[in-house]
């Protein structure tokens, strides 16, 4: 059965994804700041918008796979976000990896249209989402995601429900977090073991320090570098977040965030 939905971001792991929901046969509506993002989606089948709302008009399902907070929340509850044209019942699934405060705010900003916001952590790296293979870990309401599931399952292997809104930050704390969190630590397990060939790819730059390539490195393996650096920064100020929020004490995770500022000279 087709379902209308909207996909705001289509960048490395947006866009891949937008395609696989094209080629399920869903009607969908795309929007990105890069039209050369938008250009091959529309091609492929799909409708382009000019902002996130226009592009969410009578979806019952929408997808975002944005950069950070301040992307998701303007996506979502901004003057042209999702929120002004949604119809209650929709389901917004957050893809991108945000605090747990930022959760709450903008499912409690959608509760007053009669919409439901999905955290919706995806594992898997690019190689999943181009090969539509992602685990998609979802935390929320359950009949929201079973709403949502025929969608994700487009682009995912397997669709789970993880509880409520704060099992993504947890991936990246010690086991401690993770207990104190509410999450299961077999899921936790699972979760961390679909680490794609992306993140396992990357890894030794991030140890390497902030320019382990050689002077003649291709300008794409740079910029790759440069992409998973700004990443693990965010995610590590996430981690601590909610450390702080459970009352949880981590000086190791601390630690280490103070030297990958240093490393990376951020």
């Known amino acids: 059965m087709s379902t209308r939905v909207a996909m705001i971001g289509l960048g490395r792991m947006g866009g891949p994804m937008a395609d696989h929901v094209i080629a399920a046969g ?45 992307q998701a929340t303007e996506v979502v509850a901004g003057r042209d976000g999702v929120l002004r044209t949604l119809e209650p019942g929709a389901v917004v699934a957050i893809h991108t990896t945000v605090t747990l405060d930022t959760i ?28 539509g293979t992602l685990l998609s870990l979802m935390g929320g309401p359950a009949d929201a995601v079973e709403r949502a599931r025929p969608v994700l399952m487009a682009f995912s292997k397997d669709v789970l429900h993880a509880g409520g809104y704060s099992w993504m930050q947890a991936m990246y704390e010690a086991m401690e977090l993770a207990h104190r969190s509410g999450v299961d630590l077999a899921l936790l397990q699972r ?76």
Do not use: C, W
């Open 26 to 70: 869903h009607d969908v509506r795309v929007y990105d700041v890069a039209p050369e993002a938008v250009a091959p989606r529309v091609v492929a089948g799909a409708t382009a918008a000019a902002s996130p709302g226009e592009a969410a008009v009578g979806a019952t399902i929408v997808s975002v796979v944005v950069f950070d907070d301040a």
């Open 104 to 131: 709450h705010a903008l499912a409690d900003a959608a509760e007053h249209h009669g919409v439901v916001v999905l955290d919706a952590g995806i594992s898997g790296g690019e190689a999943g989402a181009q090969a």
């Open 191 to 266: 979760a961390v073991a679909e680490t794609g060939t992306f993140e396992q790819a990357f890894t030794p730059i991030l140890l390497g320090g902030p320019d382990p390539l050689p002077a003649d490195a291709p300008a794409e393996m740079r910029a790759g570098m440069e992409h998973v650096n700004r990443l693990a920064d965010k995610d590590l100020d996430h981690a601590l977040d909610l450390a702080a929020h459970l009352g949880v004490d981590l000086p190791a995770l601390a630690a280490v965030r103070q030297g990958f500022h240093r490393a990376m000279r951020i």
